[in-house]
């Protein structure tokens, strides 16, 4: 018989744009997990802690050392649930939730739809390691910073006319500013040479705020991302005049849908993604890094294509009995996700979900008790949980967990 409940050990990863030693959360969540052995170097970035079942960076059950996808390939019915096994056609945990940490700008991306990502790893299975796309979710835990889909048709048009912008435009002018202008625009960021870059950002630092509109922030941030990167990079130009720049609050998200161009900048984040490890990178790395500019521009889409459009609302969760739960719903088959609120001496019952958990508590300390079992929580712990099991989460003085589920 498997075990309902089982608690995990999860590891975290070092890309450079992390978070410095215990400056990073996901570096301290990672470190108060039991029976990882992980100890914080201060002198280390640490960007993201992983807890599904893919190979990169896999979950092993706490109590036994197994690693966890082996547990659910034993027992899939009674862990994943007939209802999950085959709408997938497998056994793996369709969903995979990370903790990012983000120190400086991640590499300007967009992750392939399915029909590309299984091209591409049919033809490249070291670098697209599953044919599987990967739209993915963000919900801050702190101030977070991120560039996310295009800005509106009309607010780029404005900003294009700018003299130092307008070498990127088409040569033959069509009356109206469409998608296809935009993505001539975006295509001769990309291919632009390192000088034409500089010359661009020196040339948009020259000119007087008031040329930019609402969009002065470009400004402020062309000297911030040129310091972490460098004014030659595309990025830099890509992200300030094409893209949206998003401030969020802790509990606000965003949602990326597959091919959606995106960069995050700063904050703690719980992502959530398709089960995948597929990225077109372009920007805010080395150009050695870089996919093909090609492949890249004609992959995009145009959505989302204004500020608005990237916030993912939340709302409560009606199937938690006392009104703790907040639901974040993207338009996806693969997850959801569950925010668990908690004050002093507060309770929430969740009832059963028709798929497999995975949690992690964010903050606080408590209990949850299934099937008359206590299991302790505490900060760091991450815990999976079968299909079909009731959840009654206890706190005595407070209580953050992030919960994501397929069903
Ligand atoms: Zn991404």
């Known amino acids: 018989m498997a075990e309902k409940v089982m608690q995990l050990k999860c590891y975290c990863n070092q890309y450079p744009w992390g978070k410095q030693g215990s400056n990073s959360l996901s570096a301290r969540l990672c470190s108060n997990t039991p029976g990882t052995d992980f100890k914080i170097d201060e ?21 036994t050392g197994e690693d966890l996808q082996d547990v659910l390939d034993k027992h899939a019915p009674v862990l994943i649930g007939k209802n999950v096994i085959d709408r997938f ?29 299984s091209e591409l790893h049919s033809r490249s299975p070291s670098d697209y390691t ?4 990967k739209p993915e979710i963000a919900v801050a835990l702190s101030d977070f ?14 900003l294009l006319q700018l003299p130092p912008l307008q070498p990127f435009l088409p040569t033959v002018k069509k009356p109206i500013f469409d998608d296809q202008t935009l993505k001539h625009v975006v295509k001769s960021m990309l291919v632009a ?44 130009v890509i992200a300030l005049i094409t893209m949206n720049y998003l ?34 990178n372009t920007g805010f790395c080395p150009r050695a ?48 996700m569950l925010a668990i609120d908690l004050g002093q001496e507060e309770n929430e019952t969740v009832e059963k979900l028709g798929g497999p958990s995975i949690f992690i508590v964010t903050k606080g300390e408590g209990t949850l008790k299934v099937d008359g079992k ?11 949980v079968g299909v079909d099991t009731k959840m009654e989460f206890r706190s005595e003085n407070g209580l953050q967990i992030f919960l994501a589920f397929v069903e």
């Open 43 to 63: 002198n280390t970035p640490y960007s993201e802690m992983w807890m599904g079942t893919y190979p990169e960076l896999p979950s092993y059950v706490l109590e």
């Open 89 to 117: 056609n497998h056994t793996k945990i369709p969903y995979l939730p990370k903790v990012l940490s983000i120190a400086k700008a991640l590499p300007l991306q967009l992750h392939p739809n399915k029909t590309l990502a």
């Open 130 to 133: 599953d044919p599987n796309h």
């Open 145 to 158: 910073e991120a560039f996310c889909g295009f800005k509106s048709l009309e607010d780029l048009k404005r």
């Open 193 to 236: 040479s390192a000088e034409a870059i500089a010359r661009t950002n020196d040339a948009l630092m020259a000119l007087p705020r008031e040329d930019f509109g609402k969009d002065g922030y470009i400004q402020d941030m062309i000297p911030r991302l040129s310091e972490q990167y460098d004014k030659t990079d595309n990025g830099t």
């Open 247 to 280: 401030r969020l609050k802790a509990g606000d998200a965003i949602y990326i849908p597959a091919d959606g161009i995106h960069a995050y900048l700063s904050g703690d984040i719980i992502e959530c993604m398709a089960r995948s490890n597929n990225v077109l």
């Open 289 to 336: 890094d870089r996919d093909s500019v090609d492949l890249f521009s004609s992959t995009l889409t145009f959505t989302p294509h204004d500020a608005e459009e990237c916030i993912l609302p939340s709302e409560p969760f009606k199937r938690a009995k006392n009104g703790k739960t907040t639901l974040y719903a993207p338009p996806l088959t693969e997850f959801s």
């Open 374 to 384: 206590e299991h302790k929580l505490s900060e760091g712990y991450i815990f999976f």
